[in-house]
């Protein structure tokens, strides 16, 4: 028998029953539901809604359901539709009456509103600290190798020199704003929508603030049709999950392209690659390919939730039944990512080495050769075309900037002077790049002391 049987002479077909039915995705609320359903008590007890014993009754009836959930004592079927259900029904079965009035002044529709904010709000601190640790390991390989000097692309083209820590320093960055975007979500998203009944509040006098306390949350929301038709928290925290998933796809095909041949930067552990089925020699970097396949995912979700929400009319409708399946994806998606990619990083082996001549191939001291030129005077254009013609020399030569004659620069322009070599070392290339957020040693180390107060702040 349903809970809301009472106007129906029917039951549901089973069909109805099973399209209808949210137990299977929305039983992970249980903590949830049953601590809001313990506050919402307290307070029908304290405002003299419900009578003392009763709410005694109900407290110490769900603490017991609370208990053999997690002993793995009780479970529920399909039948009982959803988690809210599920809890109340056993509820009553168990206490009798005093079950029955639980649901005075709350509707399933602030009841699910609620249950969901709690249960984000934990997982958006598990992920952020998993993000944190994320920026922690990052921060490490910077410090690492500061004097690693690697090639930066645009194009994928070779571009200009930098270091592997001034690399790694951008993917700092990123992680720190997604750290920030997690916290301002949680700290818009703390807002007890409890007491909005099932769209227009109710007429008992309840205590709105103090089950918004009990609950932990700052406040309470401010209109009750929006307190039970808002899933904007629920999008935001897959926007800002597929930004970071973004991220790290962004970082797994850099590190997909570093280990392979043509480019050997880095080495992955054993424990962190896998191998072919046919071909022995195969060492593949599965890992980085399954975040970045799994970012797909996670922006489907996203999409998901959009647009079943775009065109409800307020307040409650069962279309939002569906946020939960896309919402519990995405995070436990970037759940399952973030400590294996961060091991993988960990674990992972640079190849100075072929970094560096890698850096010393494809003139990527161009830029630096023509700053030459400009601090002894010349235009920037008119350098910028002289360098280019000595590129072009250099490719048909068959040499590079460093090997070429200084009678070779000079037939060029008679500006060239043989301490030109020192000014296109690599060397010499990143460390004159000092400029704040720039790859020279001490802006690195500048950058990497910003986001080590960011983490400590943290810490505190
Ligand atoms: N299982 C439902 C959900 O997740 C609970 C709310 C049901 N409310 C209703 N009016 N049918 O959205």
Redesign the pocket.
């Known amino acids: 028998m349903k809970l809301w049987s009472g106007r129906f002479d029917k039951n549901t077909d089973a069909l109805v029953d099973e399209l209808n039915a ?1 137990i299977g995705f ?1 039983f992970r609320m249980y903590r949830q539901d049953i601590e809001g359903s313990l506050a919402h008590s307290a307070m029908l007890a304290k405002q003299g809604i419900i009578p003392k014993k009763d709410a005694e009754l109900i407290a110490d009836g769900l603490k017991e359901i609370l208990k053999d959930i997690e002993d793995g004592k009780l479970s529920f079927g399909s039948d009982v ?2 988690v ?1 259900m599920a809890i109340e029904g056993e509820l009553t079965r168990r206490i009798g009456d005093a079950g029955k009035r639980l649901h005075t002044a709350r ?3 602030d009841q ?1 509103a609620v249950d969901i904010r709690l249960y984000l709000k934990q997982e958006i601190s598990e992920i952020r600290l998993l993000v944190l640790g994320l920026l922690e390991t990052v921060l490490n390989l910077s410090e690492k190798s500061t004097d690693v000097i690697m090639p930066a692309y645009t194009h994928l083209q070779r571009a200009q020199p930098t270091t592997f820590a001034h690399y790694m320093m951008a993917y700092a960055n990123m992680l720190r704003r997604d750290v920030t975007r997690l916290e301002d979500c949680l700290a818009r998203m703390d807002e007890c929508p409890l007491g909005s009944g ?1 769209l227009t509040a109710t007429t008992y006098p309840i205590d709105r603030e103090y089950v918004a306390r009990e609950l932990g949350f700052s406040r309470i929301t401010q209109n009750s049709l929006d307190g039970v038709s808002d899933r904007d928290f629920a999008i935001e925290l897959m926007n800002d999950l597929s930004i970071l998933m973004m991220h790290l796809s962004r970082f797994s095909e850099e590190i997909i392209l570093w280990c392979s041949w043509e480019f050997k930067f880095v080495e992955l552990d054993d424990a962190y690659s896998t191998g072919s089925s046919i071909m022995p020699q195969k060492k593949n970097p599965d890992i980085a390919e399954l975040v970045r396949g799994k970012t797909g995912r996670v922006y489907g979700d996203l999409i998901t939730l959009l647009t079943v929400m775009k065109a409800l009319p307020l307040a ?1 409708n ?1 279309d ?2 569906e946020d ?1 399946e896309p919402v519990f994806d995405a995070i436990d998606t970037v759940k399952k990512c973030l400590p294996v990619f961060d091991a993988m990083l960990n674990t992972m082996r640079l190849n100075p080495q072929n970094m560096r001549e890698a850096a010393g191939r494809g003139f990527i001291n161009a830029t630096d050769c023509a700053d030459y030129l400009v601090k002894k005077g010349m235009p920037f254009r008119d350098a910028y075309t002289i360098v280019g013609r000595l590129v072009n020399h250099c490719i048909e030569a068959g040499k590079t900037l460093e090997t070429l004659e200084i009678e070779e620069y000079r037939s060029l322009s008679p500006v060239f002077e043989p301490d030109v070599y020192d000014a296109i070392s690599l060397d010499a290339c990143v460390a004159a790049r000092g400029v704040a957020g720039g790859p020279s040693k001490e802006s690195v180390k500048a950058q990497i002391s910003y986001i080590r107060e960011f983490l400590e702040e943290r810490n505190k």
Request: hydrophobic fraction near 20%.
């Open positions: 949210s929305d539709e959803d809210h509707s399933r529709n699910v099932a409650y069962k939002m039944q939960k």
